[in-house]
C-alpha cells in the first residue's frame, strides 16, 4: 500500500487517507495562447513506469493539497512537499538522483 506523509501535519497517511489530484507541476495555459497548448494543458498528461511527481489531498486529515515524488513500478516515495511549490525542491532531486542515478530530471 502506498503511504504519503502529508507536509502539512506530519501525519503519515496510507492510500486510502488520501485523495489523488494528478499530475502536479503542470504550466496552465489560457486566453491568448495558441489552441495546441491548451489542449495539451488539459488533455495531456505523462504516465512514466518511473518517477512522477503527483498532487495528492490529505481528505481525511487535515485536508490540505501538497505534493509528492514517487516512483510508480515500485510505489518507493522519494519525498512530498507542500502544493504551493512550483518546481521540485532540492532535496527531493538529490533523493531522487541518489537512487536513480540516471534519472534525467522531471522535465
Ligand atoms: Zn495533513
Request: glycine fraction near 10%.
Amino acid at each position: 500500500m502506498l503511504t504519503l506523509t502529508c507536509p502539512h501535519c506530519g501525519i503519515r497517511a496510507e492510500e486510502t487517507e488520501l485523495s489523488p489530484g494528478g499530475e502536479a507541476h503542470l504550466k496552465r495555459y489560457g486566453p491568448g495562447d495558441t489552441d495546441e497548448a491548451f489542449e495539451a494543458y488539459m488533455f495531456a498528461r505523462k504516465n512514466p513506469k518511473g518517477v512522477h511527481f503527483e498532487r495528492w489531498r490529505h481528505a481525511y486529515g487535515c485536508g490540505k493539497w501538497f505534493l509528492a515524488a514517487r516512483c510508480t513500478a515500485t510505489l518507493e516515495v522519494f519525498g512530498t512537499y507542500p502544493a504551493q511549490t512550483s518546481e521540485p525542491p532540492e532535496h527531493i532531486i538529490a533523493a531522487i538522483t541518489a537512487k536513480r542515478p540516471g534519472w534525467e530530471g522531471y522535465k
